[in-house]
């Protein structure tokens, strides 16, 4: 296969799949887009519907109360013998239109005494199996129920009617709700529209539906299963075969009353078919497709033609490769080409070899860089002689009679710079050739607690407390007693050297699970972001005097044992150095 056959191929292929890939994604984010938005839409719709008629709903409540406490009520005494009460209920029944199909005044034993239709009067009050009080504080006096019949179901409210002259109530107005007036609502909230609705009870009875779904369904037959939030809104997409379409995209929303009203747990259900909510989205799919298939199209002449532009410059680039080899890069001409991309490609491989002989001459500076520390522990190891011998000398020195003040301060300087240098070489040989440690099994809080005995004096002079918390009774660790010892030394010693008076230093031990925790915090001023890395550097000191050799021998020892140590902030605000070791599979 040539070269540009593989690349005609690989070029269309790829313009292909891209295409495929892209349009497919693009399809379903449209797709999963408009459903999130509809879905939305959905939820405030009925959200908006449920408030209206949560708000009607206060409204007949806020009546009942109100009309119950009128003067004119107390003529049931009299059995309205003067029709006042009836003349009354008929004006209140015109005056609000179409809300109530009747208005009743009865007795104590349930006889219509006053109505606002004639034919009422003589009759017994309404029959219902239960009847449930509003919720909401004082609209707890009105209460509600649901009575069933051929047309479907009629809501009504009752209250107590009390007694103006005497303790008790006289009797009870009751108000039956006209059925059309909350239908004529869920009428105009969707309008001509795709969408219709539902009014469900608390049991998810169907109360009222839409025209669309009046024409499609039984609502006392109804029983959708659909799960109806506790409050709130919900969206989601279900089988509507119950109520004659294919599949549907459902908002529902609960109610959640009004003022003082705090809603009966009525659910509003606002459905639309998925066939009119994902039209437009089919519509867009076919465009897609006819842009796919004229991007094939094109997708076959733009191959060929960078097929042939691509694979002159290559063979050119593979001459220049092959000649790379017996020249020098510097006189390896640059390939005839004006395709900006194989220039690049041949300053990247220039480059590339650049680089490749920076990194050999790095490996080499490295290789050098280790014997230099060879040396360096070997020399540090000479120098113990002539230490040892100043030291001796200054010893004989000191025990000759006739030595004067000045002669003893110059031996002690002597003293105190040689075991100054002896302390350096330490150091160096222990950063140089780290002993190796000698593992075995040990109670961690009992080294702590012989680090905590030997700096006791130390601190108790500078006054700092010194102290330890375990959050374990015994913590058995696998180590090397004396390096750990050396660790925790180190990082005390510095803190330390580091808090003020009063101040506080404390080592803290914790066991999570196969990780054992250890920290060194003090009070201090405590180290800078910047400066976290820097300080296990070999040389680098924030104190004065210091060598800047201990964490650098800190961090190899923790290293050895298979821990990591880290600087953070203390509880305190001042530096905590936590050193955390893997202690899963030891006998603990």
């Given at each position: 296969?040539?070269?540009?056959?593989?690349?005609?191929?690989?070029?269309?292929?790829?313009?292909?799949?891209?295409?495929?890939?892209?349009?497919?994604?693009?399809?379903?984010?449209?797709?999963?887009?408009?459903?999130?938005?509809?879905?939305?839409?959905?939820?405030?719709?009925?959200?908006?519907?449920?408030?209206?008629?949560?708000?009607?709903?206060?409204?007949?409540?806020?009546?009942?109360?109100?009309?119950?406490?009128?003067?004119?009520?107390?003529?049931?005494?009299?059995?309205?013998?003067?029709?006042?009460?009836?003349?009354?209920?008929?004006?209140?029944?015109?005056?609000?239109?179409?809300?109530?199909?009747?208005?009743?005044?009865?007795?104590?034993?349930?006889?219509?005494?006053?109505?606002?239709?004639?034919?009422?009067?003589?009759?017994?009050?309404?029959?219902?199996?239960?009847?449930?009080?509003?919720?909401?504080?004082?609209?707890?006096?009105?209460?509600?129920?649901?009575?069933?019949?051929?047309?479907?179901?009629?809501?009504i409210l009752r209250t107590a009617i009390p007694n103006a002259f005497g303790e008790g109530s006289l009797g009870y107005l009751y108000a039956v709700l006209d059925r059309h007036v909350t239908q004529q609502l869920l009428d105009d909230a969707v309008g001509r529209g795709p969408r219709s609705l539902l009014l469900l009870?608390?049991?998810?009875?169907?109360?009222?539906?839409?025209?669309?779904?009046?024409?499609?369904?039984?609502?006392?037959?109804?029983?959708?299963?659909?799960?109806?939030?506790?409050?709130?809104?919900?969206?989601?997409v279900r089988n509507g075969s119950a109520l004659g379409y294919g599949t549907v995209l459902v908002g529902v929303a609960r109610s959640e009353g009004y003022q003082q009203f705090q809603g009966l747990g009525w659910h509003i259900v606002m459905v639309e078919p998925t066939a009119v909510s994902f039209g437009p989205i089919?519509?867009?799919?076919?465009?897609?497709?006819?842009?796919?298939?004229?991007?094939?199209?094109?997708?076959?002449?733009?191959?060929?033609?960078?097929?042939?532009?691509?694979?002159?410059?290559?063979?050119?680039?593979?001459?220049?490769?092959?000649?790379?080899?017996?020249?020098?890069?510097?006189?390896?001409?640059?390939?005839?080409?004006?395709?900006?991309?194989?220039?690049?490609?041949?300053?990247?491989?220039?480059?590339?070899?650049?680089?490749?002989?920076?990194?050999?001459?790095?490996?080499?500076?490295?290789?050098?860089?280790?014997?230099?520390?060879?040396?360096?522990?070997?020399?540090?190891?000479?120098?113990?002689?002539?230490?040892?011998?100043?030291?001796?000398?200054?010893?004989?020195?000191?025990?000759?009679?006739?030595?004067?003040?000045?002669?003893?301060?110059?031996?002690?300087?002597?003293?105190?710079?040689?075991?100054?240098?002896?302390?350096?070489?330490?150091?160096?040989?222990?950063?140089?050739?780290?002993?190796?440690?000698?593992?075995?099994?040990?109670?961690?809080?009992?080294?702590?607690?012989?680090?905590?005995?030997?700096?006791?004096?130390?601190?108790?002079?500078?006054?700092?407390?010194?102290?330890?918390?375990?959050?374990?009774?015994?913590?058995?660790?696998?180590?090397?007693?004396?390096?750990?010892?050396?660790?925790?030394?180190?990082?005390?010693?510095?803190?330390?050297?580091?808090?003020?008076?009063?101040?506080?230093?404390?080592?803290?031990?914790?066991?999570?699970?196969?990780?054992?925790?250890?920290?060194?915090?003090?009070?201090?001023?405590?180290?800078?972001?910047?400066?976290?890395?820097?300080?296990?550097?070999?040389?680098?000191?924030?104190?004065?005097?210091?060598?800047?050799?201990?964490?650098?021998?800190?961090?190899?020892?923790?290293?050895?044992?298979?821990?990591?140590?880290?600087?953070?902030?203390?509880?305190?605000?001042?530096?905590?150095?936590?050193?955390?070791?893997?202690?899963?599979?030891?006998?603990?």
């Open positions: 296969m040539t070269i540009r056959a593989a690349l005609f191929r690989l070029l269309f292929w790829t313009l292909l799949g891209t295409v495929l890939v892209v349009g497919a994604l693009s399809f379903y984010q449209f797709r999963a887009a408009l459903r999130t938005e509809i879905a939305a839409n959905l939820r405030f719709g009925a959200s908006t519907v449920m408030q209206r008629i949560d708000t009607l709903l206060f409204s007949h409540i806020e009546n009942m109360r109100v009309w119950s406490g009128l003067e004119v009520m107390q003529d049931i005494r009299i059995h309205d013998v003067d029709k006042r009460l009836s003349h009354f209920l008929s004006d209140l029944h015109a005056g609000q239109g179409n809300a109530y199909t009747a208005l009743l005044c009865t007795d104590e034993q349930g006889r219509v005494v006053a109505a606002s239709q004639a034919a009422y009067i003589g009759t017994m009050a309404p029959v219902a199996k239960s009847w449930r009080a509003i919720p909401g504080g004082w609209l707890s006096g009105v209460s509600l129920a649901r009575v069933h019949d051929a047309d479907g179901g009629t809501t009870d608390e049991h998810g009875h169907v109360i009222a539906a839409s025209a669309a779904l009046r024409a499609r369904i039984d609502e006392n037959r109804l029983t959708l299963g659909w799960r109806l939030p506790d409050r709130g809104a919900v969206s989601y089919w519509r867009l799919l076919w465009a897609m497709l006819a842009v796919l298939v004229l991007t094939l199209l094109a997708s076959l002449w733009i191959s060929s033609r960078l097929a042939q532009r691509i694979a002159l410059p290559i063979m050119t680039l593979t001459d220049f490769t092959r000649s790379f080899r017996q020249r020098d890069v510097a006189l390896v001409p640059l390939p005839a080409t004006n395709i900006l991309e194989t220039q690049e490609l041949h300053h990247a491989y220039a480059e590339m070899i650049d680089a490749l002989a920076k990194s050999r001459e790095q490996v080499v500076r490295a290789g050098k860089l280790a014997v230099v520390g060879e040396m360096a522990a070997i020399m540090a190891h000479e120098v113990r002689t002539p230490l040892g011998i100043l030291r001796n000398s200054a010893q004989l020195l000191q025990r000759r009679p006739d030595l004067g003040d000045r002669e003893h301060e110059l031996i002690g300087f002597i003293f105190s710079e040689t075991e100054r240098l002896n302390r350096l070489v330490t150091l160096l040989l222990e950063c140089a050739r780290p002993t190796q440690p000698d593992f075995k099994l040990h109670d961690l809080h009992a080294i702590i607690d012989d680090v905590l005995s030997l700096l006791a004096s130390r601190a108790e002079k500078a006054g700092i407390s010194l102290s330890c918390s375990f959050a374990e009774p015994a913590l058995i660790f696998l180590c090397d007693r004396e390096q750990i010892m050396q660790v925790l030394l180190n990082l005390v010693l510095n803190a330390l050297a580091f808090v003020g008076e009063h101040g506080r230093v404390q080592i803290a031990t914790r066991l999570d699970g196969p990780v054992l925790q250890v920290s060194v915090m003090d009070d201090g001023p405590g180290v800078p972001p910047a400066l976290r890395q820097a300080i296990f550097d070999p040389f680098f000191s924030r104190r004065e005097g210091g060598i800047g050799l201990g964490l650098t021998i800190v961090q190899q020892v923790v290293h050895v044992h298979g821990g990591e140590i880290a600087v953070g902030v203390s509880a305190w605000g001042g530096a905590s150095f936590n050193l955390t070791f893997a202690v899963d599979g030891q006998d603990r």
